[in-house]
C-alpha cells in the first residue's frame, strides 16, 4: 500500500512537473488547466454568463451555446428541416421552406448577426441568411424561433450581411455575380454583363418584420463580408469584393490577378433618400416571403413580385470604390466607426482605413479614375494605418472596446491583439486549427463586452477523440481580459460555425417564454379542452381535434379511418406549465413527429397504407406515465363504409 502511495505521488510530482514546464500551449496542461477549468465551470445549476448564437452552416441551422461553459443550449432549426422538431415536416411550419423554386428543404447559414439600438445589442432578434437560394431570416429571442424567411431575388448565393446600427435595414449582397436579371447568355461573356446585386431589407421596428426595400446594381464582382457603419460612419456600409477581376473560371486563380480589388463604401441614406423620391426601376421578379405566427404555430408563404433597383451611377456622392490589396475577406468597422479594417486574404499586412479621411478625399473628388462609373478613391488618401507583418491570411477583426482590435489569421492559425492607436502588435495566440472568423460579445457594435473571444476553426484533427473521417468543427474560448491572451476551452459546434453573435445574459434571458396561453392560440385548428375534441371526415380528409396533458391523449381511440384517407392530426398541448412539451408520432406517416409547446398546436398529415389497428404516442418523455401516453387508430379497407368513433375511457 504504502509502495502504491508514494507510486501515486511521485506521478502527482511527474504531471506538476510538466505542467510547469515546456512552452506554448504546454503551460495549458497541469496547473494551468486548473485554473483555466475554473474560469470556464459553470457550477451545476448555475448559469452562463453570455449566449453565444453561432451559425450552422451547411447544417442551415443556428445553435445557442452559453459562454465560458461551451453548453450547447439549444439547435433553433432555420433553413433546413430539423426531424427533432418537426420544423419544416409539419403542415405549420412547411411553408417556411417554400422559396420561387418550390420547396427546399436545406440551406448554407453563414452569418448572424443581433439586432441593435443606437448601435449597441438590444436582444430582440437575432437576423441570418442563406448562401445557396439567397433568403434571409430573423429570429425571435423570446421563443427561440424563426418568426421569418424572406427570399432575396435577383441575387445568388447571399454572403456579405449587414444589419445597421438602429436595425433600420438588412443588407445582403451577392456573392456570386450573376445576369441580372437572369437570362440565357453565354458564360464567356461574364464581363461587364453580369452584375452584383446590394439588397437592402427594410426592418420594421416594432415586429422585425422585414420588407424588400431596393437593389443598388452593382458591378459584376463577387460580395464578400459587409459591416455597417457606426457612430459617426452611421448611414455608410462597407462590403469587401473579390473577383474585380470579373473571371468566369478557376477562380483560385484568375481572379488573384488584379493587385488591388475594392471595399465598396455606400452611402445608403443617400440612396434610401433617393428611392423615397422616386428614383429606382422596377425589374421583375419573384420571391417568397415566408411569416410565422407564433400564436398559431403557423407559418404563411406569399409569392411577391417585383423589386425597386437602383443604378449607382445615378446617385452621384452615394457609392465609391476603396481600393485594397489582393481579394480582401473580413471589412470590420471599430466600435467608435472611424476606422474600417480591411483584411486582403492574400495579403501580408493588415490595412486599416479612416472614414474621416474617407469623407475628406471625397469631398476634395481626389478619385482615382473608376470602375463601371463608380469612383475609386486614392488608397493614400483614405489610409489610417497599416499592420506590418501580422501574420499570414488575415480573415476577421472584432474589438473589445478598450482601443484593441483582434484578427483571425487562416494560413498562420493564429489569432492576433493589436493597438488601434499604434497599429503595433501586442500579443498572439494560436489556435487550432485553420480559424475563420472570431466573435467577442458585442465586437461588431458600439459598445462590447471585451471579456472573452470565442475562434471558429475550419479543421478539427486532433483536438478531439476521432469520429470517423470527419471531425466536427471547433470553436476555441480565450479570456482577453487582461493583456494577454488565454486559450480557456475549446469545444465542438454543430455545422460550420461560420460565425457566431455574443451576448449578456441579462439582455435576453427575462424575455424568454415560459409557455404559449391556451387563450391566445390562434391555430384555426385548435381545441382548448378535451369536451371539444372531436373527429370529422370531410370526403377522403379526416379531421382530428386532439388534445395532450399529462399523460393522455384525448381521444385515444379512434375508428371509422380508411386505406387512402388523408388524416390531419390537429394536436393541441392543454398544459400551461414551463418546459413541458409532449410529442406525437404516429406509425407509417411520412414525415417527422409533432414536438408541441405548452398550449400550442400542430397538425401531422398521415395517410395509412395499410388495414389494421396503429399505435400513436407521446415521444417526449414528460412525466412517470410517459410511457402509457399512446393510443390506437383502426384502419379499415379503402372502399368500406365504417362508422367514425372516437373515445377516450369509453366516453
Ligand atoms: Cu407526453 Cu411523454
Known amino acids: 500500500m504504502k ?224 459591416h455597417p457603419g457606426r457612430s459617426a460612419s452611421h448611414g455608410w456600409m462597407f462590403a469587401t469584393t473579390y473577383n474585380s477581376e470579373e473571371a468566369n473560371t478557376l477562380l483560385e486563380v484568375n481572379a488573384s490577378q488584379n493587385d488591388k480589388d475594392f471595399i465598396v463604401a455606400l452611402n445608403w441614406k443617400k440612396i434610401e433618400e433617393y428611392v423615397k423620391n422616386g428614383g429606382g426601376t422596377m425589374m421583375d421578379a419573384e420571391y417568397a416571403h415566408n411569416v410565422y405566427n407564433h400564436n398559431s404555430s403557423t407559418a404563411t408563404s406569399t409569392m411577391k413580385k417585383g423589386v425597386k433597383t437602383v443604378d449607382p451611377k445615378d446617385i452621384p456622392g452615394a457609392v465609391f470604390f476603396m481600393p485594397i490589396p489582393k481579394s480582401p475577406h473580413g471589412c470590420d468597422v471599430d466600435p467608435t466607426g472611424e476606422y474600417i479594417v480591411g483584411s486582403g486574404k492574400l495579403a501580408a499586412e ?59 489569421f487562416f494560413i498562420s492559425s493564429e489569432v492576433v491583439k493589436w493597438s488601434l492607436k499604434d497599429y503595433q502588435v501586442i500579443d498572439r495566440k494560436p489556435t487550432y486549427y485553420s480559424v475563420g472568423h472570431l466573435m467577442i460579445p458585442g465586437g461588431n457594435s458600439r459598445k462590447p463586452f471585451g471579456k472573452y473571444l470565442v475562434a471558429m476553426n475550419k479543421i478539427t484533427k486532433d483536438r478531439y477523440l476521432p469520429t470517423g473521417p470527419e471531425m466536427n468543427h471547433s470553436a476555441q474560448l480565450y479570456d482577453i481580459s487582461g493583456d494577454k491572451m488565454e486559450l480557456l476551452l475549446d469545444f465542438p459546434t454543430i455545422g460550420e460555425p461560420h460565425y457566431a453573435a455574443g451576448i449578456p445574459a441579462d439582455l435576453i434571458k427575462q424575455n424568454s417564454k415560459k409557455i404559449y396561453r391556451l387563450d391566445e392560440n390562434e391555430h384555426e385548428h385548435a381545441v382548448r379542452n378535451e369536451s371539444e375534441t372531436r373527429v370529422e371526415r370531410k370526403g377522403n380528409e379526416v379531421h382530428v381535434y386532439m388534445t395532450m396533458i399529462r399523460s393522455h391523449f384525448a381521444p385515444d381511440n379512434i375508428e371509422g379511418i380508411k386505406v387512402g384517407d388523408k388524416v390531419y392530426f390537429h394536436v393541441t398541448n392543454l398544459e400551461q406549465d414551463f418546459d413541458v412539451p409532449h410529442g406525437f408520432a404516429m406509425i407509417g406517416a411520412n414525415t417527422a413527429e409533432l414536438l408541441i409547446m405548452p398550449g400550442a398546436t400542430k397538425t401531422m398529415l398521415w395517410e395509412p397504407k395499410r388495414i389494421g389497428v396503429y399505435p400513436l404516442y407521446c415521444t417526449d418523455f414528460c412525466s412517470a406515465l410517459h410511457q402509457e401516453m399512446q393510443g390506437y387508430v383502426r384502419v379499415s379497407p379503402a372502399g368500406s363504409n365504417p362508422e367514425l368513433k372516437w373515445s377516450l375511457d369509453g366516453d
Open 3 to 226: 509502495k502504491i502511495n508514494s507510486i501515486l505521488s511521485l506521478l502527482v510530482l511527474v504531471v506538476i512537473m510538466i505542467g510547469c514546464g515546456g512552452d506554448g500551449d504546454r503551460k495549458k496542461s497541469g496547473a494551468m488547466a486548473t485554473n483555466a477549468a475554473e474560469r470556464v465551470y459553470v457550477a451545476p445549476g448555475e448559469h452562463d454568463e453570455f449566449y453565444g448564437f453561432f451559425s450552422g452552416g451547411f447544417s442551415g441551422q443556428m445553435s445557442v451555446y452559453g459562454l465560458p461553459s461551451g453548453r450547447l443550449l439549444k439547435v433553433m432549426p432555420v433553413f433546413s428541416q430539423d426531424a427533432e422538431k418537426g420544423y419544416g415536416y409539419n403542415e405549420g411550419t412547411k411553408p417556411m421552406l417554400n422559396t420561387s423554386y418550390g420547396f427546399i428543404p436545406w440551406g448554407d447559414l453563414h452569418h448572424v448577426d443581433i439586432s441593435q439600438t443606437n448601435g449597441e445589442l438590444d436582444g430582440r432578434w437575432v437576423f441570418t441568411h442563406e448562401n445557396n437560394t439567397p433568403r434571409v431570416a430573423r429570429i425571435d429571442l423570446n421563443t427561440f424561433e424563426t418568426g421569418e424567411i424572406l427570399e432575396i431575388p435577383n441575387s445568388a448565393g447571399n454572403h456579405s450581411f449587414a444589419i445597421t446600427e438602429n436595425t433600420e435595414y438588412l443588407i445582403a449582397g451577392t456573392r456570386f455575380a450573376i445576369p441580372s436579371p437572369q437570362r440565357d447568355m453565354s458564360i464567356e461573356d461574364m464581363k461587364g454583363n453580369f452584375k452584383g446585386p446590394l439588397t437592402f431589407v427594410k426592418i420594421d421596428q416594432e415586429t422585425g418584420g422585414m420588407e424588400l426595400a431596393f437593389q443598388v446594381i452593382m458591378p459584376g464582382f463577387n460580395f464578400d463580408l459587409a
Open 350 to 408: 493588415l490595412t486599416v482605413f479612416s472614414f474621416s479621411k474617407m469623407i475628406k478625399a471625397i469631398e476634395d473628388k481626389n478619385y482615382d479614375g473608376d470602375a463601371y462609373g463608380i469612383p475609386i478613391l486614392k488608397y493614400e488618401d483614405i489610409l489610417g494605418g497599416i499592420v506590418k507583418q501580422p501574420g499570414l491570411g488575415p480573415l476577421h477583426t472584432e474589438f473589445d472596446g478598450k482601443g484593441n482590435a483582434y484578427t483571425t
